[in-house]
């Protein structure tokens, strides 16, 4: 899917994608972390805004493990506190990730 849209849309720059509650078994309805940035390596974007999480656990793993993951993995992310508005030029260009989000 993600092939098609970069084909159709090869200029995308900021990619919004799910990084929320995940579990092998809804691979079908949500995406697991690692789908989320190969997603993003797939639309060869310039920055990654996960979005989708840190509202509840609806599975076993922490309800901050996805954002725990984009931590780990990407190196141009912006993941602001939850609930706080931001304008995009607030978060274009900036790597961030709200610590509360994982302390």
Known sequence: MF???HKQLPNIK???????QYSESWEAMHMLPKQTYRAFEILE??????????????????????????????????A??????????ECVGKKYIDKSLYD
């Open 14 to 20: 900021y990619c919004f994608l799910e990084n929320g």
């Open 45 to 78: 974007g310039v920055q990654i805004f996960p979005i989708h999480f840190g509202k509840f656990c609806l599975t076993t793993h922490e309800w901050d493990e996805p954002a725990k993951y984009a931590l780990q993995n990407a190196e141009n992310i912006f």
């Open 80 to 89: 602001g506190q939850i609930g706080k508005i931001y304008t995009l030029s």
């Open 3 to 5: 092939q098609n849209i």
